[in-house]
């Protein structure tokens, strides 16, 4: 291996343990000693895993580096190549004017995202706890989270990327800062399309009152921005802008690609057609049901309710949805952990979603299943009950609050 992918790679660790630094941790030897104990042990598993390649490195994305050494680099851009958006194929072209392995430049980005990742669980969980050994376990523990350690170092791929970038949007919007809000979910959006699976939690924001109409406004101006260097080097602006209407074909036609969604339970469904437009049917009436439940106590919605809308969203609209795929409960994983972190006795949940999702990341690296992908849509069902409960009472426990203050 390349002395330099070394070397990037132990910048990136000193990266987390300066992020855990700016958290403002107690100057302990206990403290410092764990972090970096911790964090060099998950950067000594992912270098480990560097040298791993996937079929979906060999035939897709070491094709794409190659499209564009072959086209100029950023050139390139100026053509339709891949089925990812616009910000991640800027990487792909940085790649193909570097002297290291793309498979290892790609791994390392994730590896990148997988920090920002474990830096906005933190933050996040900070605004619901100040103690110091809870923060810095949570961003410890999303490094080690098995689905975010296979996802980017071993499998090469960047959900981590559009993950963080949504948490990080979330944070900053309970911090009241609408416009950084608005431009990391812009950030997320661009990334990957699996976002909208987590970004209707921001119409709970809107009710939430942590945003103004025309702080809406910075999302589409924060996403033409963001594609616009695509647009100077040749790429036509609609064509650019409308990308992911043009990539939906590329999801696939199957209702259940090893995913542990609600098609799991079914082997043959004849009328798939119909299936596949019930299923959607039911995602939106059940995001829907969960806006509509903030719409009725818009004037009670705390903090701790904008968490649960959010792991809802994210775990039951792709749980309804067809055509998903194995990776595509990453969001799901992340935010139970961390809500996990926040009520300790949950973390059954945790458990559970990351065993759900697991049998299809094993499905995908052994190529054959170890339980069938209706035992973790099985697991699933438990979680969204609670998640619900939980959503519900804490809108209801705001209420009781403030009547109780007023009395």
């Known amino acids: 291996m390349d002395y330099k992918v070394i070397i990037l790679l132990f910048l990136e660790a000193l990266f987390a343990l300066f992020l855990l630094y700016r958290q403002g941790f107690p100057k302990k030897l206990s403290y410092i000693a764990s972090a970096v104990g911790f964090v060099a042990l998950a950067f000594i598993l992912r270098y480990l895993a560097l040298d791993y390649e996937t079929p979906d490195y060999q035939n897709f994305l070491s094709k794409w580096v190659d499209y564009f050494r072959n086209f100029g680099g950023f050139k390139g851009l100026s053509r339709s190549v891949g089925n990812y958006n616009i910000p991640y194929l800027y990487f792909l072209a940085l790649f193909s004017y570097i002297d290291i392995k793309d498979l290892y430049l790609i791994k390392l980005l994730s590896i990148f995202f997988d920090i920002l990742l474990a830096y906005a669980s933190m933050k996040l969980l900070s605004l619901f706890s100040s103690n110091p050994a809870k923060l810095m376990g949570c961003f410890i523990t999303v490094l080690f989270l098995p689905t975010v350690f296979l996802n980017g170092a071993v499998w090469g791929q960047c959900d981590s990327s559009y993950v963080a970038l949504a948490l990080l949007g979330i944070y900053f919007a309970l911090s009241d800062r609408p416009c950084l809000s608005m431009i990391f979910a812009a950030l997320s959006f661009g990334f990957k399309l699996q976002s909208v699976f987590i970004l209707p939690v921001y119409a709970v924001l809107l009710m939430q009152g942590r945003f103004r109409w025309k702080h809406i406004l910075v999302f589409p101006v924060a996403y033409i921005l963001l594609v616009l260097p695509a647009v100077f080097m040749g790429r036509p602006f609609v064509e650019t802008i409308t990308l992911y209407f043009n990539q939906t074909g590329s999801i696939g036609s199957g209702l259940n690609y090893s995913a542990p969604s609600i098609f799991a339970f079914f082997g043959n469904i004849q009328n798939e057609a119909l299936a596949a437009r019930l299923g959607i049917i039911s995602a939106f009436a059940f995001m829907f049901i969960i806006l509509g ?44 952990l961390l809500l996990a972190f926040a009520v300790p006795s949950l973390s059954a949940a945790a458990v559970l979603c990351q065993f759900a999702s697991l049998l299809g990341y094993y499905a995908y690296f052994t190529c054959k299943f170890f339980l069938t992908m209706n035992y973790g849509a099985i697991a699933l069902i438990p979680i969204l009950c609670c998640a619900l409960f939980f959503y519900i009472l804490s809108l209801r426990k705001n209420i009781l609050k403030k009547i109780s203050k007023n009395c």
Not at 297 to 324: C, Q, R, T, Y
Request: aromatic share 14%; glycine share 2%.
């Open 293 to 336: 439940l903030a719409l009725i106590f818009k004037d009670n919605i705390s903090n701790e309710a904008v968490m649960w809308a959010a792991l809802l969203l994210a775990m039951g609209i792709p749980f309804l949805l067809p055509h998903m795929h194995d990776r595509y409960f990453f969001a799901a994983d992340v935010l139970c």
